[in-house]
């Protein structure tokens, strides 16, 4: 074996542990572990799409309550019958 090819070595084991490849492998022999963090990372990630959505849902109805108080025309009759149906099943 040669300095040159030594040196290959040397930069491939250097990159494999600045991969963290042995962590990653560990991670993904060990199953059970995996679903598990894959379970709380998908209920983290819903709780995040519901928590999003109320909040843009709840800035969407405020600005079309504030559209509905200015009386614009055409869209103003329209939004405050949507609002009133809304009302009405809450």
């Known amino acids: ?27 993904v022999s060990n199953r059970r572990r995996m679903i598990g963090r894959s379970i709380l990372y998908g209920a983290c990630r819903g709780l995040g799409f519901t928590l999003g959505f109320s909040v843009l849902g709840a800035l969407l109805a405020a600005l079309l309550r ?15 019958e949507v609002i009133r149906a809304i009302e009405a099943r809450m």
């Open 1 to 27: 074996m040669t300095g040159r090819d030594r040196e290959r070595i040397d930069r491939l084991i250097a990159t494999l542990e600045r991969m963290r490849l042995d962590e990653y492998v560990e991670y």
């Open 66 to 80: 504030a559209v509905v108080t200015e009386n614009i025309p055409l869209i103003g009759g329209f939004l405050a």
